[in-house]
């Protein structure tokens, strides 16, 4: 071997050398890079879960806040209410303690008169001062003063006025006085425009406070009311309106028994949406066919049942209160919705009828219905209330469901995949996501899936495999130059080093070919468990879609249920019903 | 498209209910309280039977009969006709619903995937839920589902 030869073959196992160390560098850097990779997907998925985990404690924060927030105005307002007409509910118990004193005979008129005077000194621009006066003044027979106070509340609250006396009257028994203030009040009123104090009149209809005169009376008159307000579109409307938005209400909360349906159906919302509304059916059932029985202990006595709607007509808040009651119906719904202001807001929506001042009569029947707490409405009279409200709640119960089914998607799609990708072999397996929809068969759907997989599981493990060929070549090539350079100076001496060179690049080429190799069967593990995971969900889905159909249905199924009880509304308490009730007997023996 | 045309069978006039599409004239039977002009009135049992009849596999002829006075009725005690109805489909599978053309009198059965020609689309879930006799579609795409007892919901 001359010297050239020996200094050629030293540079060739030089290069040789570096080539190995250059792979076995890149390899590293591969590596490394992967290994980044996954490190900055590990990061970027706890940073989202982190923030997912920071806004639930900030929603969660801001609704304590709001909670505590809202407690502390209920309190703030009722001490302001307090404060400001707390001095009304003397006047307002003084007022039926009148009457009950006169009854039994323990007051003498010398002291009803001195309180109802201090009262009406003390109780500025309230109604019902003047009207304690005038009754004081009844008994001592002062007509004049009698007069002038009657005038004096009449001026402040025409309408609370007359009521008061027309049911005092008929609490005394003087029927024909008590039809006239009745007739009087009626006549004064605009039924698009009534008081909040209307509410007492469908008391008294639930009651049968007035005997047979003022129930024609009001029956004629309510009658034709309500006629002329149903050709009105917009008043008619306007009620559909509530009772949907009441309908609205009471769908069930969003399902979280549908996980892979919701993981991966891009309809899953809407699927929710539409059986939230389908469950509103039984709870319309259970809330309304369930309403409260009106106390069947009823008294027979006349006095006690007038003085019960005497205390609802002067217990009422007058409307320079009503901004304070809005607010604290707020507050209230607020503390209600767990301090969700958003919720308390529409809540308080479809409430805030209940708060005006006036509204027609079609408005004051839903209010009794809906909230008849609001206007002071005993159980008895929203029963009547919601059975004359029958027409509307249909039209909206029909226009309700109507509109959840036509929002039914005809269409449910499955997206199944990770667009990020999989990671497998130190490199990243980018497999589409796959879209399939249950309009086709779910066997189509799966072979569909399977297929989509496994077309590109190969082709992506073969971009792992160590490419043997160059190696091979590189290696025989150096091998064959070693036995070509060095046979000349000693053919022993070649053959040995050769196969000394040969057998080390062989271990490592093998080693590194072992090594892919291994990583493809690690990868086509791993990536057949994705495939399987992925038919996995699609099973399942199928499975949550046929539980979710069963479920649609037999909600949606008792839409007839709801329909029917809204119909029957109507025959169970017929349009002449609330005047047909019982009719109080009055003291003097006789029914009335 | 997919669908297919149902093959279609010659009844006899239903002399029990006496619910036989009359021609030209077309007897108005059962009149309803109509909405002047709205469609909304409760649709009478005999035009209620007459539009089921549309699906019950009728002769061309007789097709075009009840159709006309179908056209007829609604025109005259509703002052407009629908384009057509989607009803839910009893053939079963693949059919979910059918489309029932009044102009020119279509019958054509749907299988959930197939779809429909604009404006009937909007009537297609509503028609599935079973829940309605069958949907009209008017021109401008105005839906009225219809109750069994003939009540319309609506809009």
């Known amino acids: 071997m001359t010297e050239v030869d020996r200094q050629l073959h030293n540079k060739v196992d030089q290069v040789g050398n570096r080539v190995l160390r250059l792979t076995e560098n890149l390899i590293a850097v591969s590596d490394q890079v992967s290994a980044v990779d996954t490190a900055q997907k590990q990061t970027q998925d706890s940073l989202l879960a982190l923030v997912t985990e920071f806004r639930s404690f900030v929603r969660s924060a801001a609704l304590t806040a709001n909670l505590h927030s809202a407690e502390t105005q209920i309190l703030s307002v009722e001490e302001r209410l307090e404060r400001e007409y707390g001095h009304l509910k003397r006047v307002r118990r003084t007022a039926v303690g009148i009457l009950q004193a006169f009854d039994v005979g323990l007051a003498t008129q010398d002291t009803v008169q001195q309180i109802s005077e201090e009262l009406m000194i003390e109780s500025p621009r309230y109604w019902l001062a003047p009207a304690l006066v005038a009754l004081a003044a009844w008994p001592r027979d002062d007509r004049a003063l009698c007069d002038k106070a009657v005038e004096e509340a009449f001026r402040r609250s025409p309408e609370r006025t007359s009521l008061l006396f027309a049911l005092i009257l008929r609490r005394q028994g003087r029927a024909d006085g008590a039809v006239r203030w009745l007739r009087h009040y009626l006549r004064a009123q605009n039924p698009d425009a009534l008081g909040r104090e209307f509410a007492v009149i469908l008391e008294c209809i639930a009651q049968g406070a007035f005997g047979p005169a003022g129930r024609d009376l009001m029956k004629t008159t309510l009658a034709g009311w309500r006629e002329t307000l149903m050709t009105d579109d917009e008043a008619r409307q306007a009620q559909v309106r509530r009772w949907r938005a009441e309908i609205d209400g009471l769908r069930g909360p969003a399902s979280a028994q549908f996980p892979r349906l919701s993981r991966c159906s891009p309809q899953w919302p809407v699927l929710d949406e539409v059986l939230r509304c389908a469950g509103a059916h039984q709870a319309l059932l259970d809330t309304y066919a369930a309403l409260p029985e009106p106390d069947t202990r009823l008294s027979d006595r006349l006095e006690d049942t007038v003085d019960d709607i005497l205390d609802r007509l002067v217990g009422e808040y007058d409307s320079e209160e009503l901004p304070y009651h809005r607010e604290l119906a ?242 169970t308490t017929p349009a002449g019903a609330p005047f047909e009730g019982r009719v109080v007997t009055g003291s003097e023996g006789g029914t009335v | 498209m997919g669908h297919i045309e149902r093959p279609r069978r010659a009844v006899r006039p239903d002399t029990a209910t006496g619910a036989a599409p009359a021609l030209g004239g077309g007897t108005r039977r059962g009149s309803a309280p109509v909405t002047a002009g709205a469609p909304l009135g409760i649709r009478p049992p005999p035009l209620l039977h007459a539009v089921r009849r549309l699906d019950a596999g009728l002769a061309d002829e007789a097709l075009r009969e009840t159709a006309a006075w179908l056209r007829e009725h609604y025109t005259n005690a509703y002052g407009t006709a629908p384009l057509g109805y989607v009803a839910p489909c009893f053939l079963g599978p693949p059919y979910a619903d059918h489309l029932l053309g009044l102009d020119g009198c279509i019958l054509e059965h749907y299988a959930p995937a197939d779809p429909m020609p604009a404006p009937f689309p909007a009537a297609r879930m509503l028609a599935r839920s079973g829940a309605y006799a069958y949907v009209e579609v008017y021109e401008g795409g105005l839906v009225l589902p219809v109750l069994a007892d003939g009540t319309v919901v609506r809009p």
């Open chain 1, 330 to 571: 707020l507050h209230r719904a607020v503390v209600a919705a767990g301090g969700d202001r958003d919720a308390a807001q529409r809540a308080t929506e479809v409430g805030a009828a209940s708060y005006e001042e006036r509204s027609d009569y079609l408005s004051v029947q839903t209010t009794a219905a809906l909230d008849p707490a609001a206007i002071g409405a005993s159980a008895a009279t929203q029963r009547l209330s919601v059975a004359a409200c029958g027409p509307w709640i249909a039209e909206a119960h029909a226009g309700f469901s109507r509109d959840y089914r036509a929002k039914a998607p005809s269409e449910v799609e499955l997206h199944i995949g990770d667009p990020a990708g999989v990671d497998a072999g130190g490199r990243k397996c980018r497999i589409p996501v796959w879209k399939g929809s249950f309009n086709t068969d779910v066997d189509a759907m799966e072979r569909s899936l399977v297929s989509h997989w496994e077309r590109r599981i190969e082709p992506f493990v073969q971009t792992l495999a160590y490419p043997l060929r160059n190696p091979l070549l590189l290696m025989a090539g150096v091998v064959v130059a070693i036995l070509l350079v060095l046979s000349g100076a000693s053919v022993g001496f070649a053959v040995l080093l050769a196969l000394f060179v040969g057998g080390v690049w062989g271990v490592v080429v093998y080693q590194r070919w072992d090594a892919a190799d291994t990583a493809q069967d690690d990868a086509r593990e791993l990536l057949h468990r994705h495939k399987r995971e992925a038919v996995d969900q699609l099973r399942g889905s199928a499975a949550e879609l046929a539980d979710w159909q069963q479920r649609y249905r037999a909600a949606d199924a008792v839409e007839g249920a709801a329909r029917t009880f809204i119909a029957s509304l109507a025959t």
